[in-house]
């Protein structure tokens, strides 16, 4: 059983920058994959970013490869989204999740069986 838990969002302007933080409870966390994904109001859930168990694999939707990071720190049992050179289109509420095993679609949310209670992320123009 794993339990997830974001923070870091809020509002911030065009062209500034926020760090995600997912924080997972359980001993096995450093087992699972984690990805990032994001709701906006009236439109589905799309996926933003992932990593793998290692950390050594990492994968990103077009929309915010070159500007978003997502790392992890095994150690202390969480998942960063560095957000940079945000977008008014980048407001949503942002999800991690977790899931492991050999043949899971990171970027597919239907794959993932944890999820967080998400952060609202508002980018102004």
């Known amino acids: 059983q794993v339990q997830l838990v974001e923070s870091g969002g809020g509002l911030v302007q065009a062209g500034g920058s926020l760090r995600l933080s997912c924080a997972a409870s359980?001993?096995?966390?450093?087992?699972?994959?984690v990805g990032w994904f994001r709701q906006a109001p009236g439109k589905e859930r799309e996926f933003v970013a992932a990593v793998s168990w290692s950390g050594r694999s990492t994968y990103y939707a077009d929309s915010v490869k070159g500007r978003f990071t997502i790392s992890r720190d095994n150690g202390k049992n969480t998942v960063y989204l560095q957000m940079n050179s945000l977008k008014p289109e980048d407001t949503a509420v942002y999800y991690c999740?977790?899931?492991?095993?050999?043949?899971?679609?990171?970027?597919?949310?239907?794959?993932?069986?944890?999820w967080g209670q998400g952060t609202q992320v508002t980018v102004s123009s």
């Open positions: 359980g001993r096995t966390f450093s087992t699972y994959g």
């Open positions: 999740a977790a899931d492991r095993g050999a043949t899971f679609d990171y970027k597919r949310s239907d794959d993932y069986t944890y």
